[in-house]
């Protein structure tokens, strides 16, 4: 399987027995821009939007810009895509972002962050719209008051008036919960408010196809994510949780030193499902073993 030029300048296509679509590394729109499931013919990502898009830098109480708008360079072969950010007044750091295609219905992206600068909880906000035929869901830790009780499992959040209009932060413990709440947000333009709910089991979320029995499924290891953040399912169009269709990871977290160099892992797999949604999990248990953790 190789990336290939699709006819269109900064394009690059890929097509696995399994998916299809293509990958714009430049402009403030980059990522996957398209992908279909060949298998249901699902459209996986919004047709505005994308997935594995580098927005926000942030570190404690302060918010350094957007990767979306820093110009970049890019490098590519026929197997992997590379984007390279130099530091900037702003952000004092490189990142490097390497999106490679699986057989046979995977995207891995790694991002390697080298820091000229302190940053206290330092993070890359990684933005992912998916289309609204795809629900979100999320994969929680059990509760006494869950039946059956304290046994993990997927939610599909709804529309509710506690907190219609509100990214939904699902964290990894209470401490993690702090950084979405620590200031970072507090001055960027008004549509984003964060709601910590309850914490993730694993940092695995998905947006389902329930009709044709199809997910779309975003990963981490629990020591490169400490939150996600998901939309809800609602009708109203004016909505941008809805609308949009968004499912956030907030990647790193930890402190940063000067000179430090760290590196996170993303997986996005688009996988049939049954009726108990035991796929995406399998899927998970795969990844953290070809990266040498095991939680399972």
Same mark, same amino acid.
């Given at each position: 399987m ?5 006819g269109?300048a ?12 293509y990958?714009?590394p430049?402009?403030?729109r980059?990522?996957i821009?398209?992908l ?8 996986v ?17 302060h ?11 890019i490098e ?5 895509i590379e984007?390279?950010w ?12 390497k999106y ?7 995207i ?35 509760s ?8 993990? &499992?997927?939610i599909?959040?709804?529309?509710n008036?506690v ?10 413990d ?17 549509l984003?408010?964060?709601?910590p709910q ?19 499924v975003?990963?981490s290891r629990?020591?490169?994510?400490y939150a996600?953040?998901?939309?809800y399912?609602?009708?109203?169009d004016?909505d941008?949780? @809805?609308?949009?269709n ?6 790193f977290?930890d402190?940063? &030193?000067v000179s430090?160099e760290?590196?996170?892992?993303? &997986?996005f ?6 009726? @108990? ?5 399998g899927?998970?248990e795969?990844?953290?073993v070809e990266?040498?953790?095991?939680l399972f």
């Open positions: 190789g990336l290939n030029e699709n269109e900064g394009k690059w296509g890929f097509e696995t027995d399994e998916i299809v679509g990958i714009q430049d402009g403030d980059h990522g821009k398209e279909t499931h060949k298998p249901s013919g699902v459209q990502v919004h047709p505005k939007y994308d997935v594995f898009n580098l927005f926000f830098m942030f570190s404690t109480n918010c350094m810009g957007t990767a979306r708008d820093n110009k970049r360079t590519m072969d026929d197997e992997t984007i390279h130099e530091p900037t007044e702003d952000h004092k750091a490189e990142i490097t972002a490679e295609v699986v057989k046979p219905n995977i891995d992206l790694s991002i390697t962050v080298h820091s000229n600068w302190p940053y206290p909880g330092y993070e890359v906000f990684l933005s992912n719209y998916f289309h609204r035929s795809l629900k979100p869901h999320v994969y929680v830790q059990g006494p008051f869950d039946d059956p009780a304290d046994k993990a &499992r997927w599909a959040p709804q529309v008036d907190f219609v209009g509100t990214g939904l932060v699902f964290s990894r209470q401490h993690a919960a702090r950084r979405s709440v620590d200031g970072r947000w507090d001055r960027i333009w008004g984003y408010q964060w709601n309850r914490y993730f089991e694993f940092p695995v979320i998905m947006s389902v196809d329930a009709e044709k029995g199809v997910a779309a975003l990963m629990p020591e490169d994510c996600v953040i998901s939309g399912d609602s009708d109203n004016d941008p949780f @809805a609308d949009q968004p499912l956030y990871m907030s990647l977290g402190d940063f &030193r430090d760290r590196t996170v892992e993303v &997986r797999a688009v996988t049939e499902i049954d009726e @108990a949604m035991s796929q995406p999990l899927l998970y795969s990844f953290l990266k040498g953790t095991t």
